[in-house]
Structure formats: structure tokens, C-alpha cells
């Protein structure tokens, strides 16, 4: 049975790497190497089901830190998704495990390491490297924040990270190629979400969740 992972990272050797070792523990592996976020949504549109695990750097060109993560959980729920990141700090894996990764992957972490990390994951374990605290010291301020974000729609979490950016809503109507009213409603349904009372109380709450562009 094949194996399908989608792999979002811009940097064609870590792609061609990880392809190198999961094959050596997956005998029918293909890859979908995404160098964008787009890229992935458009890979994954359509063919979901057929997905066994998107791999995602957090530092990708566009939506950036944990934005992309609460977006393709939110439109691909059925599919997990574990980070794979140069950022190796005891916090970011734990915040990245509450807001719903079903893994942790350091990329300072040997090929035979990553693979059987990846390997884990894919029969269903949460993967943290050790000496991070595990599942049981995610802090309760992360899953309340994560339930909040979680709350929104894809593009309410794009319009989110496009007003952590600056962007008023005629700029984020333009990039996204919908009506300036529609934007202001999705604004409306953003802050009553997160129960905030203002845009910067919005990007204020969504910096907490290092949700960069």
C-alpha cells in the first residue's frame, strides 16, 4: 500500500533527504514536495483521503510560524500534520503539540532518527523528542488559545495572520480577490470568535500564538 506524504519546505535538499530516508522504511513512499503554502492546499485539494501526513516547516515563504498549521487543520482535518523545523526550543514543540501537530521533528535530528520519527507518527503515536516535558507540561493558556484559533475558518485564519501583518481590509480584499464587505464581515466573525473587541486586540492575541506572515 502506498504511503503519501506531503512535505512542505522550500529547501529542495532537506526534500530530497527526507525522500532518501523514508525510503529506507517505507517500501512504497511517494512525495509531494510543496514549496509554498498554496502549493499544498492545491495538492491536497481533491485528493485528501489519500494523504497519510503533511510534514511542514515552519518557516515557509508566505503564512509562516503556526498560521499554516491551524489553516490545513482546519481544511484538512482528517489528515495529521507534524512539524519539521531548524527552531528546537523545549516551548515551541510544546505549543506546536497544542495546537494539534501530531508531531515534532527537529531537523538537527540524524535521517535514521527523523525517519523513525516519522515512521512513529504515521502509526499514529504524538512524536516529541525527548528532555521536551511531553504532553503533560503543555500549559493551559496554549490549549485555550489553540481552542480559540481553532474556532476559525481557513480564511478567517489567513484574514487573522493578514491583519497580525498590518493590512487593512481593502489590502487583504485585494490579495485574497473577494469584496471588501465580505472581509469585513469575516473581521466581524474573527473577534467575536477569539472575544476580543478590536482588531489590535485580534493581532495582539494571535502574535501570542506566533502566528506570523
Given at each position: 500500500?502506498?504511503?503519501?506524504?506531503?512535505?512542505?519546505?522550500?529547501?529542495?535538499?532537506?526534500?530530497?533527504?527526507?525522500?532518501?530516508?523514508?525510503?529506507?522504511?517505507?517500501?512504497?513512499?511517494?512525495?509531494?514536495?510543496?514549496?509554498?503554502?498554496?502549493?499544498?492546499?492545491?495538492?491536497?485539494?481533491?485528493?485528501?483521503?489519500?494523504?497519510?501526513?503533511?510534514?511542514?516547516?515552519?518557516?515557509?515563504?508566505?503564512?509562516?510560524?503556526?498560521?499554516a498549521l491551524f489553516i490545513l487543520l482546519a481544511q484538512f482535518p482528517t489528515v495529521p500534520v507534524a512539524i519539521i523545523s531548524?527552531?528546537?526550543?523545549?516551548?515551541?514543540?510544546?505549543?506546536?503539540?497544542?495546537?494539534?501537530?501530531?508531531?515534532?521533528?527537529?531537523?538537527?535530528?540524524?535521517?535514521?532518527?527523523?525517519?523513525?520519527?516519522?515512521?512513529?507518527?504515521?502509526?499514529?503515536?504524538?512524536?516529541?523528542?525527548?528532555?521536551?516535558?511531553?504532553?503533560?507540561?503543555?500549559?493551559s493558556a496554549d490549549l485555550e488559545l489553540a481552542a480559540r484559533a481553532a474556532s476559525l475558518s481557513p480564511q478567517q485564519l489567513?484574514?487573522?495572520?493578514?491583519?497580525?501583518?498590518?493590512?487593512?481590509?481593502?489590502?487583504?480584499?485585494?490579495?485574497?480577490?473577494?469584496?471588501?464587505?465580505?472581509?469585513?464581515?469575516?473581521?466581524?466573525?474573527?473577534?467575536?470568535?477569539?472575544?476580543?473587541?478590536?482588531?489590535?486586540?485580534?493581532?495582539?492575541?494571535?502574535?501570542?500564538?506566533?502566528?506570523?506572515?
Amino acid at each position: 500500500m502506498t504511503t503519501r506524504i506531503v512535505i512542505g519546505d522550500d529547501h529542495p535538499l532537506v526534500q530530497a533527504a527526507l525522500q532518501s530516508a523514508l525510503s529506507t522504511v517505507l517500501s512504497d513512499l511517494e512525495i509531494i514536495a510543496c514549496q509554498s503554502l498554496d502549493e499544498a492546499l492545491a495538492a491536497l485539494t481533491g485528493r485528501a483521503e489519500e494523504i497519510d501526513l503533511i510534514l511542514w516547516d515552519l518557516t515557509m515563504p508566505g503564512v509562516q510560524d503556526f498560521a499554516a498549521l491551524f489553516i490545513l487543520l482546519a481544511q484538512f482535518p482528517t489528515v495529521p500534520v507534524a512539524i519539521i523545523s531548524a527552531r528546537q526550543d523545549a516551548a515551541t514543540i510544546r505549543r506546536a503539540i497544542a495546537y494539534g501537530a501530531a508531531g515534532y521533528i527537529p531537523k538537527s535530528l540524524g535521517l535514521p532518527e527523523m525517519a523513525d520519527a516519522i515512521a512513529r507518527i504515521l502509526a499514529g503515536e504524538i512524536w516529541m523528542p525527548p528532555n521536551t516535558g511531553g504532553r503533560g507540561s503543555i500549559q493551559s493558556a496554549d490549549l485555550e488559545l489553540a481552542a480559540r484559533a481553532a474556532s476559525l475558518s481557513p480564511q478567517q485564519l489567513r484574514i487573522l495572520a493578514m491583519i497580525v501583518d498590518g493590512k487593512l481590509n481593502k489590502q487583504i480584499a485585494a490579495e485574497l480577490d473577494i469584496a471588501e464587505q465580505t472581509v469585513k464581515g469575516h473581521v466581524s466573525t474573527i473577534l467575536r470568535k477569539l472575544g476580543v473587541g478590536s482588531r489590535t486586540k485580534a493581532a495582539v492575541l494571535a502574535e501570542r500564538l506566533s502566528f506570523g506572515r
